[in-house]
């Protein structure tokens, strides 16, 4: 089943609720990345990573300016799926093709 698996993890709005991590994974859209890197200051702590899955050449930069540009972390992401309703993801052809190709 492709790695099918369930995920049921405590969510919030605060990140003051949760503290400081490990692993900041920032996934917002362009045009948000400056009101959500402002937002990140309590989940960052001294040997946090902030590892930014964004399209877009100046976010890295925009996050540097937020947390410190030892804690930013560029990263590329090919996710073939669709939202089949909400809170289901479903893996698409598209991601079998792509496993497949030599």
């Known amino acids: 089943m492709k790695g099918d698996f369930e995920v049921r993890a405590p969510a919030t709005d605060d990140p003051a609720e949760v503290g400081s991590c490990d692993f900041v994974l920032f996934c917002v859209k362009t045009f948000d990345t ?4 402002a937002r990140l200051g309590p ?41 089949a309703e909400p809170g ?5 052809e598209q991601y079998e093709a792509a496993a497949r190709a030599p």
Request: aromatic share 4%; hydrophobic share 50%.
């Open 34 to 37: 400056d009101a959500a890197a």
């Open 43 to 83: 989940l960052v702590g001294e040997d946090t990573a902030v590892v930014s899955l964004q399209n877009g050449v100046e976010n890295d930069e925009k996050l540097a300016r937020a947390v410190g540009d030892d804690h930013v972390m560029g990263g590329a992401a090919f996710i073939f799926a669709e939202i």
């Open 88 to 92: 289901v993801i479903r893996h698409t």
